[in-house]
């Protein structure tokens, strides 16, 4: 059977779930959470789905590094294959287990699981048909797990577990799941049972190639909105669709002026309401006529009716006055976004990946941009640069790091302020990991932490942290 094994240069994307503020000090994590040991600091997920698993090339692996006082570090971790004691399936070459990553108390027992996906996992002839298996969390980490019930006739490289969200669609207090793939997406309601069975399983509908999703509650109900970011001809920008709560079940609704494929949701206002950040980070073109060059950024707020699609929304660019750096070709500043509370203050704020972001005569070496947010909205006042040339910032810049691959904002050390988790894609042909920790005046490099692939015992390619979760 053929299996498909990528090279460095391809290009993978994730789900994204709805970023989440920095947990007040003293306080335990919330259910979406990720703390897979619940000893009340958020831990860290980082793919490795180009992971060697003995002779299978590219079988992938998920790393686990575990939040403490002082923060992460490579010693305090896991490392989990599908050839894991308790893991379902087998490592086979090709199978990307890690590609998709996700998080939150999928079985209400306390501790946080992880969702994961492999999309490159075949089924009998069909290749990279793909799959998506629950890690079950408890008081030693993640161990063991289950196969994620997969919808009939997926067909042959359909990459079903690419785009992961884990949120409470329905308003009841349970944790549900929505996978997607190129041709099919489904909505799994919660809890689930350690066999992974959900209280139900349905389709949401054929929604073109919608490879990613995220979440968040934008309306105030307790019920988060489902997003579904999809390709379609003469929208290169990304029509943006998002299913909302209803009386009955659920509605689709539009963004027509909005674009973007990647997202991620929290309240940058501060008004109770959740705010869509979106990544457009391709450059316009002959056929794509929106978006900037080198890539940005737009906020869409949210309101008792979600976001109004006649509002003018929040658009930041690397041309945008206070925002570090210049709109160049291939930058790709918006192919990552986050969200998370850095300085404290209790509006959410916004770190932004520029992976293709040259400096000097390193190209691709990346960078990240962190935004706050204010009463006004996000602003580009303190906006905040940072590279691996930065003061303080482990490593250095080179060709191909693709620093801002991905980009997470998390509380790892419980202080109240969000840290920054970013890959480092391309780090020495096999990727890295640096922490940046947050403070009142914005993120800082005291007690900066960087872990390369090699550090966790990570082998063959890797595309160490290229995806990472929460």
Known sequence: MRKRVLLLAATL????????????????????????????????????????VGNARQAGAVVVLYGSASGVSAARRSVITQNSAGVPGTAETGDLFGAGLAAGDLDGDGYSDLVVGATGESIGDRDSVGSATILWGGRSGLSGGAVVPQPAGLPEWNDFGQGIAVADFDGDHKLDLTLTGRSKTRLYRGPFTRSGTPVTNTGVGELGTAGETFAG???????????????VDGDEGGDIIYYTRNSTGYTMKHLPKADGVTGSVADINRDGYGDVVLGDASDPTGTKKSGHKGGRITVWYGGPAGPDPAQTPTVIDQDTTGVPGTGESDDLFGSSVATGDVN???????????????????????????????????????????????????????????????????????????????????????????????????????????????????????????????
Do not use: M
């Not at 989440?20 to 600091?41: C, E, K």
């Not at 962190?370 to 009463?375: M, R």
């Not at 790892?412 to 894609?425: H, I, M, N, Q, S």
């Open 344 to 470: 404290g203050d209790g509006y959410a704020d916004v770190a932004v990946g520029a992976p293709g972001e040259t400096l000097g005569k390193a190209r691709e070496a990346g960078a990240v941009t962190i935004l706050f947010g204010s009463a006004s909205g996000l602003t580009t006042k303190g906006a905040q640069g940072w590279t691996q040339d930065s003061k303080g910032v482990p490593g250095g810049s080179e060709t191909g790091d693709q620093f801002g691959k991905s980009v997470r904002l998390v509380d790892v050390d419980r202080d109240g302020k969000a840290d920054l988790v970013t890959g480092a894609g391309g780090e020495d042909g096999h990727g890295a990991v640096t922490v940046l920790r947050g403070s009142a005046s914005g993120l800082t490099t005291g007690s900066a932490t960087f872990v390369a692939a090699r550090d966790v015992a990570v082998t063959g390619t890797g595309f160490f942290a290229w995806v990472t979760a929460p």
């Open 13 to 52: 994307t994730t789900g994204l779930l709805t970023a989440l503020p920095a947990t007040p000090a003293g306080a335990a994590p919330s259910r979406l959470s990720v703390d897979f040991n619940g000893d009340g600091y958020l831990d860290i997920a980082l793919s490795a789905q180009g992971h060697d």
């Open 217 to 231: 509650d934008l309306n105030g109900d307790g019920a988060a909105e489902r997003f579904y970011p999809f390709l």
